[in-house]
């Protein structure tokens, strides 16, 4: 869940980008722009108000089949992890799996499969009665040898257009997993 809540971002609840003064824009334009604003802004905090009351889950789509990552991993991991002077002798690649979803359980979401769904951006153009957060997918983790260190790979989208991968690294402490660093990896 940790990750989840590292990744996560409700786009209900971003608050509007005021208008810029752009040059050769004239005076006119840009109070009446700044007035469009005033209206969106009320609108968001109306919306936002209405959000922060609703007590039903947001969906989270999860592809709960794990696939290899595009590319070898190792290279990010090594070059991350440098300090800790790791052991990459052997490549050692969590294998193919399948998430079991029953086992997430969350107060603010609800898991649910990408096989109940269309697939890829079809699944933005259905209306659905419950508000779908994000759909959601990772790669296998690519370990150390020793298996103290890994990394891989994720992407989250928000709607047809709407999105970000990222790469994560996570570190062995005390017999926990825990996330070292995220870092943004592409942008839609």
Same mark, same amino acid.
């Given at each position: ?5 590292? %990744? ?11 208008? =810029?003064?752009?040059? *050769? ?16 802004? !009320?609108?968001? !905090? ?5 959000? *922060? ?12 089949? %794990?696939?290899?990552?595009? !590319?070898? /991993?190792?290279?990010?991991?090594? /070059? ?23 086992? =997430?359980?969350?107060?603010? =979401? /609800? ?11 079809? %699944?933005? /153009? ?22 103290? =260190? ?14 970000? *991968? ?5 570190? !062995? ?16």
């Amino acid at each position: 869940m940790e990750l989840i809540d590292d %990744i996560y971002m409700d786009m209900r609840i971003l608050e509007p980008i005021p208008p =810029f003064q752009f040059e *050769g824009i004239s005076d006119s334009i840009h109070q009446s722009n700044l007035k469009n604003y005033d209206q969106i802004l !009320k609108d968001y !905090k109306l919306r936002e108000s209405a959000i *922060g009351i609703d007590t039903s889950r947001t969906v989270l789509v999860i592809h709960d089949s %794990i696939k290899l990552p595009h !590319k070898p /991993n190792l290279k990010y991991l090594k /070059n991350h992890f440098c300090s800790y002077q790791i052991k990459t002798d052997s490549l050692i690649q969590s294998s193919v799996y399948k998430i079991d979803l029953n086992k =997430f359980k969350s107060a603010k =979401f /609800n898991f649910m499969s990408s096989a109940s769904f269309p697939q890829n951006s079809e %699944i933005w /153009n259905i209306e659905h009665p419950f508000h779908i957060g994000a759909a959601i997918s990772f790669t296998t983790i690519t370990f150390d040898t020793n298996r103290k =260190f890994g990394v891989l790979e994720g992407g989250i989208v928000y709607g047809r257009l709407n999105g970000h *991968g990222f790469r994560i690294y996570i570190k !062995k402490e005390n017999n926990d997993w825990i996330i070292d660093f995220i870092e943004e990896t592409w942008i839609s």
